[in-house]
């Protein structure tokens, strides 16, 4: 079954905690990015890599860490330094980063409490 | 800044009627312009997308057109139908140097009524 995986669906976080959110691909793509989605203010770019080892930042990185250890792989981990946390949490692959067709996971939606 | 503005944010439509969304771009190197519709609790989708070297792009029901010169792209959906209710993201890719971006409009919830 191909395709873009995240885990956990939903996720509660302590505030002070860090969190890390898992983003897989079998799709073979060698770019990843994370955006995060607020009611009213759309798609906005956290994180995004277009190789193996290598990323850079998006619109919104403070408080946000990522790694691109493996081509599949590409997680996202939101620290204690994050004012706002809560929030639903897209991971995409393409082909080619930013202009080729973006294929999302299903989202996981944190929530501080 | 480099942005994307969308308009409008929500639209109603009576099912058989036309839909029309209207996005606007402000880096003239962009040259890649998609749309995803996200359907209640789904992930975004892409749906069609457009290049800067053609002015308009359909699939069955769905079009897109292109001004480069004035910066704004636009998605046509004829004959609307229940299932075509959703939010729909416009895009446009951004090339600033070492940061390359797709950059998101902030959505349109479009309605269509029975």
């Known amino acids: 079954d191909g395709g873009i995986t995240q885990s956990p669906k939903y996720l509660f976080r302590k505030e002070g905690q860090n969190v890390t959110l898992s983003c897989e691909q079998n799709?073979?793509?060698?770019?990843m990015y994370w955006y995060r989605q607020d009611p009213g203010q759309g798609l906005r770019l956290i994180y995004y890599?277009?190789?193996?080892?290598?990323?850079q930042k998006g619109d919104i990185a403070e408080g946000y860490s990522v790694s691109r250890e493996k081509k599949e792989s590409f997680p996202l981990t939101v620290t204690s330094a994050q004012k706002n946390p809560t929030a639903f949490y897209l991971c995409?692959?393409?082909?080619?980063?930013?202009?080729?067709?973006?294929?999302f996971g299903q989202g996981t939606r944190l929530t501080v409490v | 800044g480099e942005n994307v503005e969308q308009h409008p944010s929500t639209l109603s439509v009576q099912e058989g009627d036309s839909a029309v969304i209207k996005c606007t771009y402000s880096?003239?190197?962009?040259?890649?312009f998609p749309w995803y519709k996200q359907e209640l609790g789904k992930r975004p989708q892409l749906i069609i997308d457009i290049r800067s070297n053609v002015g308009e792009k359909k699939d069955q029901r769905i079009a897109v057109t292109l001004n480069k010169t004035a910066k704004h792209f636009s998605l046509h959906i004829t004959e609307t139908q229940p299932e075509d209710s959703a939010v729909y993201f416009c895009?446009?890719?951004?090339?600033?140097?070492?940061?390359?971006?797709?950059?998101f409009g902030t959505g349109t919830l479009l309605a269509v009524q029975p």
């Open positions: 799709l073979n793509h060698d770019a």
């Open positions: 880096d003239s190197a962009s040259n890649y």
């Open positions: 890599s277009q190789i193996v080892n290598d990323f």
């Open positions: 895009a446009a890719a951004l090339y600033g140097g070492a940061t390359n971006k797709l950059i």
């Open positions: 995409a692959s393409s082909y080619r980063y930013p202009d080729s067709e973006a294929f």
